[in-house]
């Protein structure tokens, strides 16, 4: 076992759904019990049950390692949204650079970690440089722990049909559901955020879903945005926006906490859309956008169309006077015969003159 100067902790990092829901998890601690996968460094290791019916736990890289990624010591997952590391690098455009060879590895992680030690230095992974890459993760994240993570593996010997412990076997007695490509995960590509089959997976479902369809009708050249509040003023939408195209209009609707962006060419509020896919940010103000729908069509449109169609049909044209055929006629003047009879105004009683 390789040799190390790793600090005595007194607690582990971890995310809230390896921890477990009992707020009373006991654990065991072995000191510099295991070499990290990651460094191959010895650490601390802790062993705990996080729940009633789940599998016993334990850490899997060290915590130089986890700080210098933020990740949990135990799922590899983001501590800030429980994303896989190629997901939240993705977003965030952050670069790994730590280096493949053993070697330079050990060194580099020597480096950083005194680093880490001596003037506390680390990555920034909040995203406030990436205002559109946090959006993404706020979508992607889950809202709330899921702990059927900790469930108990798959029991090998039921699936072969050769299991005879029955009720009394710690592993679950199902047959396996998901793809083997996710079963097929290394510790080192998920640390490093490479060849990671489900953030692959993540992202290609992100893009599919945060994709912006523009409007099939070209007239549409307005964006809506949403999450306004007053620090947000007209002004500060015009300077952001007019980068896209040029504007027709900027109008804040401050009870909706809206405001519609119409823009003169269509170029321009496609543009606008296409860079504010995953959203963004102004006066660290996340906002979203939308396509404007159309000027709706219902009875009020379709009468004052029939309107100008008539008043073009009686006008007059020129300096002639209007003729005798456009006069209305008295009602017993006409010559058409009447749809009922209490409409013939010759008509006497029920009898017809």
Known sequence: MASANEEDVEFPILCETCLGENPYVRMTKERLGKECKVCARAFTIFRWLPGRGMRYKKTEICPTCAKLKNVCQTCILDLEH???????????????????????????????????????????????????????????????????????????????????????????????????ELAKQNIVDRYHGNNDPVARRMLARSLKTDKLDAPDDKSITSLFVLGLDQSVTQADLRDHFIAFGELKSVVVVPKGNCAFINYKHRAGAEAAALAALSGFSIKDKSLKVTWGKPKPKGPKSELAQANVISKEVTAPTGSQPPTRASIPLPPGARNDSALYPSQDPTAQGAYSK
């Open 82 to 180: 429980g994303l896989p590391v190629q997901v939240r690098d993705t977003a965030l455009s952050i670069q790994d650079e730590v280096p493949r060879e053993e070697s330079n590895r050990r060194d580099y992680l020597a480096k950083m970690a005194n680093n880490l030690e001596v003037m506390g230095e680390q990555t920034d992974f909040s995203g406030k440089a990436q205002p559109a890459g946090r959006e993404m993760l706020k979508r992607m994240a889950r809202k709330d722990p899921y702990y059927q993570r900790n469930r108990p593996h798959i029991c090998s010997f039921f699936v072969k049909g050769q299991c005879t412990r029955g009720n009394e076997c710690p592993y679950r007695h199902e047959m396996p559901q998901g793809d083997a």
